[in-house]
């Protein structure tokens, strides 16, 4: 092999991955024309923006007007030390005001978004848009065990709610579920993704917590992925992505990066389609 070729590849696949930094700010026009584009296809950025408005609407079109039949993307939002909640379960508002409102921007331009089971058992979040103009997805929850309790609140909620489960596991009447096929004992991320688009889902958010989003990002199929972070240190207290680990650097996956800055939090936006390592 020649050693220098494979420098000069190595160095290549690394600037293509090496992040580029950008002030981002989404006002009401970058918003509007982010809604329009999310409706109807076709639409672009106007002109009069400002370059920040620019970089917003490069930060979140790829969301609103994906052209495959199915686009799945992750966000999670984590500390400075990569932390997503206290050792003690605390995990309101690690995200700042701008990473909030930007988790609400990635529900209001998704179909649906999912979420394990622990995170509705330790937080009982609403998943719903408040903080920006938009709709509120559907949600689906993964639970493979029945864990959820039969009156778990988002049962109730306004909108639609399914459980994700394994075949021999049910669910009262009145909760919509759908059975799953398994793989190497868990529930196949590409045969969720598929059951949602049965569903008549085309945009889904993978929310969180890190067990879920790692199981995506395993099975490889997440096309696009955001880690907001906060300036904040929380020193011990569950991780903010667990994928499976790789033995030398040279293994690790290194997705096109770019970088936002949002008022209060940092945004890596990884396009999943464009990595090397
Ligand atoms: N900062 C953020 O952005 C953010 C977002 C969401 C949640 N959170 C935090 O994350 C924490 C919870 O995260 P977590 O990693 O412990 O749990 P989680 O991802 O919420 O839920 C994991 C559980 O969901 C089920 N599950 C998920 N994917 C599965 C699959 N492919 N196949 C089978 N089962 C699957 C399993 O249930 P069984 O155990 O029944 O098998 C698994 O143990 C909470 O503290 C929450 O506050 C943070």
Same mark, same amino acid.
């Given at each position: 092999?020649?050693?220098?070729?494979?420098?000069?590849?190595?160095?290549?696949?690394?600037?293509?991955?090496?992040?580029?930094?950008?002030?981002?700010?989404?006002?009401?026009?970058?918003?509007?024309?982010?809604?329009?584009?999310?409706?109807?296809?076709?639409?672009?950025?106007?002109?009069?923006?400002?370059?920040?408005?620019?970089?917003?609407?490069?930060?979140?079109?790829?969301?609103?007007?994906?052209?495959?039949?199915?686009?799945?993307?992750?966000?999670?939002?984590?500390? +400075?030390?990569?932390?997503? &909640? #206290?050792?003690? @379960?605390?995990?309101?508002?690690?995200?700042?005001? $701008?990473? =909030?409102?930007?988790?609400?921007?990635?529900?209001?331009?998704?179909?649906?978004?999912?979420?394990?089971?622990?995170?509705?058992?330790?937080?009982?979040?609403?998943?719903?848009?408040?903080?920006?103009?938009?709709?509120?997805?559907?949600?689906?929850?993964?639970?493979?065990?029945?864990?959820?309790?039969?009156?778990?609140?988002?049962?109730?909620?306004?909108?639609?709610?399914?459980?994700?489960?394994?075949?021999?596991?049910?669910?009262?009447?009145?909760?919509?579920?759908?059975?799953?096929?398994?793989?190497?004992?868990?529930?196949?991320?590409?045969?969720?993704?598929?059951?949602?688009?049965?569903?008549?889902?085309?945009?889904? +958010?993978?929310?969180?917590? &890190? #067990?879920?989003? @790692?199981?995506?990002?395993?099975?490889?199929?997440? $096309?696009? =992925?955001?880690?907001?972070?906060?300036?904040?240190?929380?020193?011990?207290?569950?991780?903010?992505?667990?994928?499976?680990?790789?033995?030398?650097?040279?293994?690790?996956?290194?997705?096109?990066?770019?970088?936002?800055?949002?008022?209060?939090?940092?945004?890596?936006?990884?396009?999943?389609?464009?990595?090397?390592?």
């Amino acid at each position: 092999m020649n050693t220098a070729i494979a420098f000069q590849d190595n160095d290549e696949a690394r600037a293509r991955a090496e992040p580029r930094f950008q002030g981002a700010h989404v006002s009401d026009s970058v918003w509007r024309q982010l809604l329009l584009l999310r409706q109807s296809k076709g639409k672009r950025p106007l002109t009069g923006w400002s370059t920040e408005e620019h970089a917003a609407w490069e930060l979140y079109a790829p969301l609103a007007g994906p052209v495959a039949p199915l686009f799945v993307f992750a966000q999670i939002g984590q500390s +400075l030390d990569g932390r997503i &909640a #206290t050792e003690s @379960g605390d995990a309101q508002n690690i995200s700042g005001r $701008d990473g =909030l409102k930007h988790l609400h921007r990635c529900r209001a331009l998704a179909d649906v978004v999912v979420v394990g089971v622990n995170t509705v058992l330790a937080d009982d979040p609403r998943l719903t848009v408040r903080l920006v103009e938009g709709e509120s997805p559907a949600r689906a929850i993964i639970d493979p065990h029945g864990r959820l309790p039969d009156d778990c609140p988002l049962f109730a909620a306004d909108g639609r709610t399914i459980v994700l489960r394994r075949s021999d596991t049910g669910r009262p009447s009145g909760v919509e579920s759908v059975a799953v096929p398994s793989r190497a004992g868990r529930l196949d991320p590409q045969a969720i993704i598929e059951a949602l688009g049965k569903c008549g889902f085309r945009t889904i +958010l993978i929310e969180g917590g &890190a #067990t879920t989003i @790692g199981h995506f990002l395993d099975a490889g199929v997440l $096309d696009r =992925l955001h880690v907001s972070i906060a300036p904040l240190l929380i020193g011990a207290g569950p991780a903010g992505l667990k994928t499976s680990p790789v033995q030398t650097l040279t293994e690790a996956r290194r997705p096109e990066t770019r970088v936002y800055g949002l008022g209060t939090d940092i945004i890596f936006d990884c396009d999943l389609n464009r990595a090397t390592c």
